[in-house]
């Protein structure tokens, strides 16, 4: 039971619908009085306990997943839920214009970058995490890790992260590894859960050709794939970085919501610790 006008929070801005607005301390602003109201200091302006905003964390948290989950790949995640996990590959290319089409359509994903070209953008990659986005660990080499001996598999994917935090110690990337080109195997795998990562294919891709328009990179990923599924939803949709994928996206996200699906990122597909 709200009186007295606007919820406000330290901000003046309204609390309502703020979620995910790191300036709002609200733990310090409402401490419920005795009688389960919450007073803010603003005369007249009174909020009764269950009416308080829910504060979404900006990023969701990272599965914390033991060994055995670690060593299981997986090309499609948890179908309990209508989510559609949204990872965007390499970023070679069009980094900005990506990120821009996810924004525009209030979507969140994971990015896997190359650890070599890490350094190369750090502005992307600051600006990402200031959204709200994640990262996962894409190697180092982007080479086949198939054909690396142990050691070199770990070196490679231990490069890769540590090239991702020397930009921002935000840009964590575990315990997502996507091996690049999603060349794996049983070594690749265990050499990942070693330090931490689980191999995290796709089961939906596509946008590899050399030409396509944005219509049919939707025809591509929608009807042809998500529409011929018995069952998408956990499904995960690999998408690379460049300006035409940009472009196309927005009709595949309006596409997947026409559906009753909704793209988000690996933490959010597998919140709660899902397998
Ligand atoms: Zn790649």
């Given at each position: 039971m709200l009186t007295g006008g606007a919820i406000l929070g330290l901000t003046g801005r309204p609390v309502s619908g703020s979620e995910g607005d790191e300036k709002l301390t609200i733990g310090s602003v409402f401490q419920p009085d005795p009688d389960g109201k919450y007073r803010i200091g603003i005369p007249g302006i009174v909020v009764d306990k269950g009416e308080l905003p829910s504060r979404s964390p900006l990023i969701t948290e990272r599965p914390n997943w033991p060994k055995e989950v670690l060593l299981k790949s997986i090309r499609q995640g948890p179908a309990?839920?209508?989510?559609?996990?949204?990872?965007?590959?390499?970023?070679?290319?069009?980094?900005?214009?990506?990120?821009?089409?996810?924004?525009?359509?209030?979507?969140?994903?994971?990015?896997?970058?190359?650890?070599?070209?890490?350094?190369?953008?750090?502005?992307?990659?600051?600006?990402?995490?200031?959204?709200?986005?994640?990262?996962?660990?894409?190697?180092?080499?982007?080479?086949?890790?198939?054909?690396?001996?142990?050691?070199?598999?770990?070196?490679?994917?231990?490069?890769?992260?540590?090239?991702?935090?020397?930009?921002?110690?935000?840009?964590?990337?575990?315990?997502?590894?996507?091996?690049?080109?999603?060349?794996?195997?049983?070594?690749?795998?265990?050499?990942?859960?070693?330090?931490?990562?689980?191999?995290?294919?796709?089961?939906?891709?596509?946008?590899?050709?050399?030409?396509?328009?944005?219509?049919?990179?939707?025809?591509?990923?929608?009807?042809?794939?998500?529409?011929?599924?018995?069952?998408?939803?956990?499904?995960?949709?690999?998408i690379h970085f460049n300006a035409r994928t940009a472009s196309g996206l927005l009709g595949i996200i309006d596409g997947l919501r026409v559906r009753n699906l909704e793209p988000v990122s690996l933490s959010k597909l597998f919140e709660g610790d899902r397998i």
């Open positions: 309990d839920r209508p989510l559609i996990g949204l990872t965007v590959d390499d970023a070679f290319l069009a980094r900005g214009e990506v990120l821009d089409a996810l924004v525009s359509k209030n979507v969140k994903a994971t990015f896997f970058m190359i650890g070599r070209i890490a350094a190369s953008d750090p502005g992307f990659i600051k600006r990402a995490l200031d959204l709200g986005y994640e990262f996962g660990n894409h190697t180092f080499s982007h080479g086949d890790l198939t054909r690396m001996t142990p050691d070199q598999m770990r070196v490679d994917i231990k490069r890769g992260q540590e090239a991702m935090l020397a930009v921002d110690a935000r840009a964590q990337t575990a315990p997502f590894l996507r091996p690049p080109g999603g060349a794996r195997n049983s070594a690749t795998d265990l050499a990942g859960a070693d330090m931490g990562f689980r191999s995290i294919n796709w089961n939906v891709s596509g946008d590899t050709g050399a030409t396509y328009t944005s219509d049919q990179l939707v025809r591509l990923y929608l009807n042809d794939q998500i529409d011929k599924m018995k069952n998408p939803w956990g499904s995960i949709l690999l």
